[in-house]
């Protein structure tokens, strides 16, 4: 498509429960990335996806977040046993290299009640 | 996580005026971009400075990347209603490092 395209765009979840959050990237972008954003603060970087390389994780605040790129297009984020602390938007973000200008989603709004 | 310092936090201006805001780090960047955010939507990419001692401009914006490649700043001239919403400064570590952000200045615009 012609833009990073997010789904759902918000979602309201029981705490405990898992979610998932969509990124279909721009196509063509090999570079994928997520990025939280809790109110009033600034992007937190979650995972980094290249091709088909590993990705790169060190962003992601525990073991309860994982993330999957299938075919090196569309990305999945779960988070499992969802926490109130984790209600924010979540970002995703494509790019043609790593190391090129990203472009973002306009993001999945997640609050845990 | 790691976070570029970005002032100020928020500004109320009139309308017509000039906005200055600015990035610094105590580490060194090889890119600096600049993000506005509107509210419910994603970070809209605004400038991007690829040089040390790089000025450019789009329209009423102006960026520069500072010569110690440690900041950068942002100036909007003669602010208008639409200018307003959150402003991210975003730098990049290395040839290939994740991108860093700012926390955000937030802008209000008097008409």
């Known amino acids: 498509g012609a833009g990073v395209s997010q789904s759902p765009s918000n979602k309201v979840t029981e705490k405990g429960k898992d979610v998932e959050l969509r990124c279909d990237p721009i196509?063509?972008?090999?570079?994928l990335y997520w990025y939280r954003q809790s109110l009033g603060q600034g992007l937190e970087f979650l995972i980094y996806?290249?091709?088909?390389?590993?990705?790169?994780k060190s962003g992601l605040p525990s073991d309860r977040f994982s993330a999957e790129r299938t075919g090196g297009s569309v990305s999945t984020l779960t988070i499992q046993r969802t926490q109130q602390e984790d209600s924010a938007v979540y970002l995703c973000a494509s790019s043609p290299l790593r190391g090129y200008t990203i472009y973002f989603g306009e993001g999945s709004w997640l609050t845990v009640v | 996580g790691q976070q570029l310092n970005q002032s100020p936090q928020s500004m109320f201006i009139q309308e017509g005026e000039d906005v200055s805001m600015n990035c610094t780090s105590s580490?060194?960047?090889?890119?600096w971009l600049w993000y506005k955010q509107d509210p419910g939507e994603g970070p809209v990419l605004l400038i991007a400075l690829y040089k040390a001692g790089e000025l450019t401009s789009n329209g009423r914006l102006t960026a520069q990347f500072g010569i110690t490649r440690k900041d950068s700043f942002l100036n909007i001239s003669a602010s208008i209603p639409s200018d307003v919403g959150i402003y991210f400064c975003?730098?990049?570590?290395?040839?290939?490092?994740?991108?860093?952000f700012g926390k955000g200045t937030k802008l209000s615009v008097k008409p």
């Open positions: 975003a730098g990049q570590l290395g040839s290939q490092g994740n991108l860093i």
């Open positions: 996806f290249q091709g088909n390389s590993a990705p790169d």
């Open positions: 196509s063509g972008h090999t570079a």
């Open positions: 580490s060194i960047f090889n890119t």
